[in-house]
T-cell receptor, first 114, second 112 residues
Framework: GNSVTQMEGPVTLSEEAFLTINCTYTATGYPSLFWYVQYPGEGLQLLLKATKADDKGSNKGFEATYRKETTSFHLEKGSVQVSDSAVYFC?????????????FGQGTILTVHP | NAGVTQTPKFQVLKTGQSMTLQCAQDMNHEYMSWYRQDPGMGLRLIHYSVGAGITDQGEVPNGYNVSRSTTEDFPLRLLSAAPSQTSVYFCASVGQVAGELFFGEGSRLTVL
């Protein structure tokens, strides 16, 4: 079956530091890949997505590139802010009739200190 | 501009009690789903619906029941609560883009 593995957290950084959160996946076919973010006390919201190999998703300074050869979709940001403190989830959708069914990673807690 | 609305936000139950978590969306989305979020396990799909009158099981459906009588509403029923059902529950609907889910704010359930 499909699965998503994220790097263990929590991750603690100082403001303006570089962020990488690793994500690898196992899936048949050509899944779409997503990063969702959950701020304290809120539901998840879509941060960025990529639907085919070599696509780069980007939003709010975050980027991730769909690497089929390494089955990875690592999240990066060049300079984090305190307001980026949240839980980040990598997810995949197998598409087709499963277009609304996502497989999530376990989540990575990010804390950014001033 | 409500989006996806879940009630209640918090609930405490005793083992064996039943309850219904409510979910409503105002975006006219056909696809809706329920997930549970547990520490270290991400979100796991409980049940989903591709339209009014159509529901199906997800990854962890045991102990839960759903129905979809209207496009807007997708309630989740716990038939006989167990401590293993202590979790945060999220309802979501899916827009035009595959995989783009719109989540409610969650319902935190504790079963004693």
């Amino acid at each position: 079956g499909n699965s998503v593995t994220q790097m263990e957290g929590p991750v603690t950084l100082s403001e303006e530091a570089f962020l990488t959160i690793n994500c690898t996946y196992t899936a048949t076919g050509y899944p779409s890949l997503f990063w969702y973010v959950q701020y304290p006390g809120e539901g998840l919201q879509l941060l960025l997505k990529a639907t085919k190999a070599d696509d780069k998703g980007s939003n709010k300074g975050f980027e991730a590139t769909y690497r089929k050869e390494t089955t990875s979709f690592h999240l990066e940001k060049g300079s984090v802010q305190v307001s980026d403190s949240a839980v980040y989830f990598c997810a995949l959708s197998a598409g087709g009739t499963s277009y609304g069914k996502l497989t999530f990673g376990q989540g990575t807690i990010l804390t950014v200190h001033p | 501009n409500a989006g996806v609305t879940q009630t209640p936000k918090f609930q405490v139950l005793k083992t064996g009690q039943s309850m219904t978590l409510q979910c409503a969306q105002d975006m006219n989305h056909e696809y809706m789903s329920w997930y549970r979020q547990d520490p270290g396990m991400g979100l796991r799909l409980i049940h989903y619906s591709v339209g009014a009158g159509i529901t199906d099981q997800g990854e962890v459906p045991n102990g839960y029941n759903v129905s979809r009588s209207t496009t807007e509403d997708f309630p989740l029923r716990l038939l006989s609560a167990a401590p293993s059902q202590t979790s945060v529950y999220f309802c979501a609907s899916v827009g035009q883009v595959a995989g783009e889910l719109f989540f409610g704010e969650g319902s935190r359930l504790t079963v004693l």
